[in-house]
């Protein structure tokens, strides 16, 4: 089942699509700036979507925690059922776990990413120097 919730988060307006089966989560969040309307949130779906659903699809997997399936009083199915829809927009505890752990992942790919460019940076300035001091003692 795959879902897609829409909340304010400070300053911008955030996506975070739910992808649940076999019993585990996963999670991607992704920034849509200023307050989407539907048919640019269905606009932004259509054109991101599968994207979307592929680096959800490649976050860390979370267990999720199944009730035991019992006899509900109606009254009470009732108040959950209230109670879920005015947290529609609000992330579960397992998402927010899951898009936790992507956006480490990331980090820590940039983190190595940067590393790596600066090396090779600083390698290619070495090199850059030595061939400049060779062509100095050349000319002598």
């Not at 992507?102 to 300035?125: C, I, N, S, V, Y």
């Amino acid at each position: 089942m795959v879902t897609l919730s829409v909340y304010l988060d400070g300053a911008f307006w955030v996506g975070v699509l739910e992808i649940v089966e076999d019993g585990t989560l996963r999670a991607t969040r992704f920034t849509l700036g200023s307050e989407p309307t539907d048919p640019e949130l269905y606009d932004y779906l259509m054109r991101y979507g599968g994207a979307l659903l592929d680096q959800a699809a490649a976050a860390p997997a979370l267990p999720v925690g199944a009730r035991a399936a019992g006899r509900v009083n109606p009254k009470r199915a009732a108040k959950l059922a209230a109670r879920a829809a005015a947290l529609v927009s609000s992330r579960s505890t397992a998402s927010q776990e899951a898009t936790r752990l992507e956006l480490e992942g990331r980090k820590q790919e940039a983190t190595a990413g940067r590393r790596d460019r600066r090396r090779e940076l600083a390698e290619h300035k070495r090199e850059v120097a030595r061939r400049k001091r060779i062509e100095r003692h050349r000319d002598r």
